[in-house]
């Protein structure tokens, strides 16, 4: 196995401890040296905390177990590709390079819906790169909203029957 799918299966494990607590499935790991000095996954419905992404908290997590902000010489390895705000903490924090599993098409922020990592406007751009390990990751993502929307499915049906049923008027 090569090291960009060591460090993505990392981040796939992460992910599926978001999905145990019923969080979005992402996961993330940040590398030095080959090393993991960070790992976390989301818990934006947990803390109720909308910068609790996965990335967030990995950035977090590494300032300050290195004592700095800069982190240029690290690697991120996320199971879905950064938004807007993960993709701005990335590029702040000099994150050498942004390795991600699942495009995201809505808000990905790495080439798919825009390119803020790689944008020569800004004073640090990121290495990218895309598609490790892209099925296993978007599989986490699908199966999670499948799940979801079944489990809504079937609330709504329930409340339904315990309302009497539909009116045949």
Known sequence: ??????????????????????????????????????????????????LAHAE???IDQACKRLGTWRLEDCELYVTLEPCPMC???LIMSRVK?????ARDPKAGCAGTF???LQDQR???????????LANECGSLLTDFFQEL?????????RNHAEL??????
């Open 56 to 58: 967030i908290i990995v």
């Open 97 to 101: 390079k942004v390795v991600y599993g």
């Open 87 to 89: 993709a701005g903490a």
């Open 122 to 132: 800004f004073n640090h751009q990121c290495e990218v790169i895309d598609g490790v």
């Open 114 to 116: 825009m390119n803020l």
């Open 1 to 50: 196995m090569n090291r960009e799918h060591l460090f993505m299966e990392m981040a796939i494990e992460e992910a599926k401890k978001a999905r145990e607590i019923g969080e979005v499935p992402i996961g993330a790991v940040l590398v030095l040296d080959d090393q993991v000095i960070a790992r976390g996954h989301n818990h934006r419905e947990t803390n109720q905390n909308s």
């Open 164 to 169: 009497g049923g539909i009116d045949n008027a």
């Open 149 to 157: 929307r079944r489990q809504k499915k079937e609330e709504k049906l």
